[in-house]
């Protein structure tokens, strides 16, 4: 079965830290670009990382930049996104997504864009930042 599947997510105080996974099965991670993007009540979608394949280049909103960090592990399937200093306002929802690396999906994420045309997308994985 080709899917995404996310783990990490949890409740976590403010100014603390989560790390998320995202585990491809059925394909390689490494012929993708992989994004991730939160979805919270009542606001649009947003991404807020992306890394490409081949060059690892990474993408970053303003809103995150600094608190995230996303990186690949291939010889897992997994890319993982390091989140420090969370805030209330990054509760979400948080999915990833794969890319065809022709799609050239990732400078959006750099504008918090959620790019159509993946080929894949996770379920997603809930993280709460309350006190």
């Known amino acids: 079965q080709l899917q995404l599947v996310e783990s990490g997510g949890g409740l976590v105080q403010p100014g603390g830290s989560l790390r998320l996974a995202c585990a491809a099965s059925?394909?390689?991670?490494?012929?993708?670009?992989i994004g991730w993007f939160r979805e919270a009540p009542g606001l649009k979608r947003e991404g807020v990382s992306c890394?490409?394949?081949?060059?690892?280049?990474?993408y970053y909103p303003d809103s995150v930049k600094g608190r995230f960090t996303i990186s690949r592990d291939n010889a897992k399937n997994t890319v993982y996104l390091q989140m420090h200093s969370l805030r209330p306002e990054d509760t979400a929802v948080y999915h990833c997504?794969?890319?065809?690396?022709?799609?050239?999906?990732?400078?959006?994420?750099?504008?918090?864009?959620?790019?159509?045309?993946?080929?894949?997308w996770g379920q997603g994985t809930q993280v709460t930042v309350s006190s």
């Open positions: 997504a794969a890319y065809d690396m022709d799609m050239r999906a990732c400078p959006g994420v750099r504008h918090g864009l959620s790019p159509p045309g993946y080929d894949y």
């Open positions: 059925g394909f390689t991670l490494d012929h993708y670009d």
């Open positions: 890394i490409n394949s081949g060059d690892g280049i990474t």
